[in-house]
């Protein structure tokens, strides 16, 4: 994504996310959490006005805590519909509290959502795109590829020439650990 380089840096909505999280390694479930509902939410819109509204989104969604939101019933989703500070579409709601809860069993079947991506690091992207339509909801082509390239699992967050990707790169993300070509799911055991 070289274009997100060249107008990001500086900007006061892009500037910081670009800067600091885009394309970094991230562990910690909340935060990787937060990035796959934000994503999710992006489908049809601007990156930019799912930045604005991140705030709200962390408010709204418990902080991002994977327990609480895999706990949302009736009343919840029915706060989450009228908040408009939010992205106020059902599926997508919908598909928050079901992530949440898958990430609940990943943590019993790997240990946490970090170590599930870890497990199944490298593969190719259209590999990841089958993986994460089978695991979860509302998570197509271009959803899946934003958020494992947002958390360095996939290349292409930033061109070379950009300072990011050198600030990234000192954070060793997955895509740059891979000394054999990345795996198809076809072959991996």
């Not at 600091?20 to 390694?25: A, K, V």
């Not at 990035?35 to 049809?44: D, F, S, T, Y």
């Not at 590829?145 to 360095?152: D, I, N, Q, T, V």
């Amino acid at each position: 994504m070289s274009g997100y380089c060249a107008i990001a840096p500086g900007h006061p909505i892009h500037g910081r996310y670009h800067d600091t999280e885009y394309g970094f390694p991230q562990r910690e479930e909340a935060v990787l959490f937060e990035r796959l509902l934000l994503e999710i939410n992006q489908a049809g819109l601007s990156w930019e006005t799912i930045l604005r509204k991140r705030e709200a989104f962390r408010a709204a969604y418990s902080g991002f805590d994977v327990d609480a939101v895999a706990d949302y019933g009736e009343a919840d989703i029915a706060r989450l519909m009228g908040d408009a500070g939010i992205i106020r579409n059902r599926l997508k709601v919908l598909a928050a509290i079901h992530n949440a809860q898958v990430i609940q069993t990943l943590r019993a079947s790997h240990g946490s959502f970090a170590a599930w991506l870890d497990a199944h690091h490298p593969l190719e992207k259209a590999d990841w795109v089958k993986l994460f339509k089978k695991t979860f909801r509302f998570t197509g082509g271009e959803i899946t590829g934003e958020f494992l390239m947002s958390l360095g699992y996939l290349p292409g967050a930033h061109h070379e020439g950009c300072p990011a990707f050198a600030a990234a790169a000192k954070c060793k993300p997955a895509w740059m650990q891979v000394a054999k070509p990345l795996k198809s799911a076809k072959t991996k055991k």
